[in-house]
DNA sequence: AATGGACTTTGCTATAGTTCAACAATGCTA
DNA sequence: TAGCATTGTTGAACTATAGCAAAGTCCATT
């Protein structure tokens, strides 16, 4: 267990993921740096979610993703040494990041077509249908950074929206 | 064994995924239409690559996804059946598929931290340099959808580079 | 209650990307 | 080899979204 106030990063890109979390309590996002220094919000995690850079995690090499935390949050983590021995003795959890992977795979998945296909305004449309808690939680800012528009842009949709 | 000649579907949306492909030879895509009956391609696949609307096959809903021969091309398949009992009998099967998942579950991380960051002209180059046979051997047309512009404005984009 | 800092809104201009239409090039098929 | 299909190119007008700056709002801390 471990404690992280809010704005606290729980990684840093380039260092090692050496931990997978499972949030207690509380809200983090993860995001990446682009070549201009500006943040993407890849993901938000609250309560009950396990999250991660697996990539950095599982390969061992750096992570790209930085992890920071948006509330106060409270976190268990694995370690590798764990993750490996679970790997090796506990078939089910074999099977059960099996279907983790899986499952995220999809949610990927989907996340790609959205983005072929969709306009800002749709993206921001889903985004409030299928995390309804999450949109009052988190800022304007971090949403309008998820789905890829800037928070002037947000703004003006909102406003669109409303007439 | 199956074989399919240029332009004809492996697979057509809303239809149920009975079988996971393998590529023997030859080319196909895999795409979706939009509400507004848009085409998005969503993968190229050739030699040897697996694919299949994995999300429609696993889950036993119909499929988002249309596979089309851009090439003719030869496949083989595993049913249903096969791949079920594949998984109940060979241990190895479903460490393989596992991190088959893991790691397209990596790949399409990338893509949506593509999206997120680059501008359609880096994508594109992108897209070259990480596939440069695919760029040979399909059409414009189809890069431009699988990047997520229209070919007008990717022909723009290779003029401008030619300059 | 006052101050400062972060977030949101508004309006204006700039740019990336789309749409449409016409034409050119290329590739199949007979 | 000609003829039709499809694909690629170009340019002009249009639309979505970004960028910037200023003002307004919402908190948290003194």
Known sequence: EKRYS???HLLYASDYAKEVFFI??????????????????????????WLGDLQSFITQTPAAQNIQALE????FSISQENWNSLIKEVPEFVYYTRILFRNTMFT???????NLSFTAEERYNYFLKTYPNLSHRVSQKHIASYIGITP???SMLR????R
Chains 1, 2 share one sequence.
């Open 6 to 8: 809010k704005k606290e």
């Open 24 to 49: 207690s309590s509380g809200c983090v996002r993860t995001y990446i740096l682009d070549y201009n220094g500006i943040e993407h919000n890849i993901s938000f995690a609250v309560e009950n979610w």
């Open 72 to 75: 106060d949050t409270v976190i």
């Open 108 to 114: 990927h998945e989907n996340r790609i077509l959205q």
């Open 152 to 154: 002037e842009f947000l």
């Open 159 to 162: 406003a669109r929206k409303k």
